[in-house]
């Protein structure tokens, strides 16, 4: 199996455009993530073939600005929700109230509605903080986002069955939000990063 290191979208359509082989490894220091060419190939597949492969369904201003309208117009009830410049700062442990309470408006969307976060960042203690505050669980682990068993591993939880149109995820970035979950079929919205409106509002 041949794989990659590169995770930067750029590299990646660079390289492609310049048939260069993609070739590497893991780099345990930088924590760099592999990719295997196939899948690659499929993501490009879908970023040039396409109809906009690569961007989200809805793109929003911040998290506070998707109402339950909006996903009632995308018909989901399933959440999976980035957790770092998504619903908090890098690395936070604390949601703050707004988007608490944000969390509990978009629970109540419909009766099956469920809801879970998403992270390439495991941290047990973050993760029971969250869970405590929110009462909605963090998943992580082994795969990371845009790894088909990352979302697989979220889908299950879910308990969102074969039909994934009913799926939303929400996050910040394209490279690890966005196009996974589209790879899979399931519908994205992107927000800001939280750092942007920070820097912003300075
Ligand atoms: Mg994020």
């Not at 760099?32 to 201003?61: A, C, L, Q």
Request: positive net charge.
């Amino acid at each position: 199996m041949e794989i990659v290191s590169k995770n930067s979208l750029h590299e990646i359509q660079k390289n492609f455009k310049s048939n260069k082989t993609l070739k590497g490894k893991y780099h345990k220091k930088s924590q760099m993530f592999v990719y295997t060419k196939r899948w690659i190939e499929t993501v490009y597949r879908i970023i040039k073939g396409g109809k906009n492969g690569h961007n989200p369904d809805k793109f929003v201003s911040s998290f506070l600005d998707i109402s339950p309208t909006l996903l009632n117009e995308l018909g989901v009830i399933f959440l999976i929700i980035d957790l770092d410049q998504t619903i908090v700062p890098h690395g936070s442990f604390d949601i703050d109230k707004k988007h608490r309470n944000h969390l509990k408006v978009l629970g109540k969307i419909s009766e099956k509605t469920n809801i879970c976060f998403l992270t390439n960042r495991p941290d047990h203690k973050r993760e029971y903080i969250i869970d405590r505050d929110t009462g909605i669980k963090v998943i992580s682990g082994t795969f990371r986002k845009p790894q088909k068993q990352a979302y697989q591993a979220a889908i299950n939880y879910l308990k969102a069955g074969e039909d994934y149109s009913k799926i939303v995820m929400i996050g910040d970035r394209v490279w690890t939000d966005i196009i996974g979950a589209r790879c899979l079929g399931i519908k994205t919205i992107q927000v800001k990063a939280i750092l942007w409106h920070y820097l912003f509002s300075l």
